[in-house]
């Protein structure tokens, strides 16, 4: 079976302060990774996904994800974030054999403040 | 320019009072998504269509039932909600592709009173 676990459900942050929202993964096939944001009563929107090749990935907003196989990681950093970075940010996983299901973490609601 | 709508974004119903919510796209994707998100949680899946093909997750209660006439619209229908059942509830689509993303419409938020 697949899982995705967000280690952390809280990050508070000064605006203009690094970030690093952590992602780990566990699953027997490959799997795509994507991360998505959602904005209070608004649906989820897509910020970056890893499908295959460089391991860095760059996304919208200035946000950038690392996938790490070795360590089944796919944490999310920005190095500055802004006020409206604040929102609830999803790891995801789907399986690479193909089937429609999105598994989803359990959210890191990130909060930054001024 | 919106791809995936929700109406109402709002629904309030009473215990027991069938409700359905509808979902319609312009991406003409093959698949769509019903989603249930509960405060300060991930979305849980309840079921999706891929076309006309429908795949039911196994742990949906039987008070969810969905239809999809044709490739553009899909409705949830709750036929009897409880209080348990007050959530957002998120439509999304997506091609048949796997590497493809899931593009999400802004959610109905439904109470039950």
């Known amino acids: 079976a697949q899982s995705v676990t967000q280690l952390d459900s809280q990050v508070p942050v000064f605006e203009e302060a690094p970030v690093e929202l952590r992602c780990n993964y566990s699953?027997?096939?490959?799997?795509?990774l994507f991360w998505y944001v959602q904005y209070p009563n608004q649906g989820l929107q897509l910020l970056l996904k890893?499908?295959?090749?460089?391991?860095l990935v760059k996304g919208i907003n200035g946000f950038e994800a690392e996938f790490n196989k070795s360590q089944t990681s796919f944490h999310l950093r920005k190095p500055s974030v802004h006020i409206s970075d604040t929102a609830e940010y999803f790891c995801?996983?789907?399986?690479?054999?193909?089937?429609?299901?999105?598994?989803f973490g359990a959210g890191t609601r990130l909060f930054v403040k001024a | 320019d919106a791809m995936v709508i929700q109406n109402p974004r709002y629904q309030v119903t009473q215990f027991g009072k069938p409700v359905t919510l509808s979902c319609s796209q312009t991406?003409?994707?093959?698949?769509m998504y019903w989603y249930q998100q509960k405060s300060s949680q991930a979305p849980k899946l309840l079921f999706h269509?891929?076309?006309?093909?429908?795949?039911n997750e196994a742990d949906t209660p039987d008070n969810f039932q969905s239809r999809r006439p044709n490739t553009s619209f899909c409705f949830l229908d709750i036929r009897s909600p409880g209080l348990g059942d007050a959530a957002m509830y998120l439509c999304?689509?997506?091609?048949?592709?796997?590497?493809?993303?899931?593009?999400f419409g802004p959610g109905t938020r439904l109470t039950v009173l």
């Open positions: 999304a689509t997506r091609t048949g592709r796997e590497t493809d993303t899931q593009y």
């Open positions: 699953s027997s096939v490959s799997v795509y």
């Open positions: 890893y499908l295959s090749g460089s391991t």
């Open positions: 995801a996983v789907t399986l690479n054999t193909g089937g429609f299901k999105t598994i």
């Open positions: 991406l003409n994707h093959n698949v």
């Open positions: 269509y891929y076309d006309k093909d429908f795949n």
